[in-house]
């Protein structure tokens, strides 16, 4: 075999184990903390030997790391350049598959589509003071990293947050784990519902993080 040929043919074995909506969504998963075969099972709504064999393929090809600790083993995302090939996956994808259009579509018109801004848009508006960041993933996610500044409210305490929530004349944006998670689209939409003026950050915190955003990882306590 030639050179590309051989590069070729590992390029492909990588990208065949991306073939599969199951790993996909562990990936996703594993980009907000590294997590055990039992946490990933429950989250991905999977056996756990069904969860095992999607990680096992997933190493084989460098996508995800192990360590042991204790009697478990846990699961690494092997790098934040992996959540960029995803993203760059998942950009062509809504360009050029109708269905994720007709998808997303249908997802708006039932819920209502909500207004969203772009890294680029927060980083301005977080320069001149006048944004509130709300990190609304679940508490353990929010403890392994969080854009500075932000506070946890999980999905679940969102209505008990709110009651007596004051932004104090800021903008209110809310990130959860990915553009394609509903958490920040339900706290945007109860905020709003309330006259507050609040946005939805477009992506996730692992997309932050894979541009080179700033992070947060120490625990904070959640509001």
Request: with cysteine; net charge negative.
């Amino acid at each position: 075999m030639t050179l590309k040929k051989e590069i070729y043919e590992q390029i492909a074995q990588m990208a065949q184990q991306l073939a599969s909506p199951q790993r996909l969504e562990m990936l996703e998963y594993l980009a907000q903390a590294p997590r055990s075969v039992e946490e990933l099972a429950e989250l991905a709504g999977l056996s756990v030997a069904n969860t095992s064999r999607h990680l096992q393929q997933l190493r084989r090809v460098g996508l995800v790391t192990v360590e042991r600790a204790g009697r478990q083993r846990i699961y690494h995302l092997a790098g934040d350049d992996i959540v960029q090939a995803i993203r760059c996956l998942r950009r062509s994808a809504e360009k050029h598959l109708a269905e994720i259009s007709r998808i997303l579509e249908h997802y708006w018109q039932e819920q209502g589509e909500l207004p969203a801004i772009d890294f680029d848009t927060l980083r301005q508006i977080a320069k001149e003071d006048r944004v509130l960041l709300l990190d609304v993933r679940p508490p353990e996610e929010y403890a392994r990293g969080h854009i500075p500044g932000a506070l946890n409210v999980p999905p679940d305490q969102i209505d008990t947050f709110l009651e007596h929530f004051d932004p104090k004349g800021k903008t209110v944006v809310a990130y959860c784990r990915g553009p394609y998670c509903t958490f920040s689209h339900k706290a945007v939409s109860a905020m709003r519902s309330k006259a507050i003026q609040a946005l939805r950050l477009e992506e996730g915190l692992p997309e932050w993080r894979a541009e080179g955003g700033a992070i947060e990882t120490f625990s904070q306590p959640s509001a």
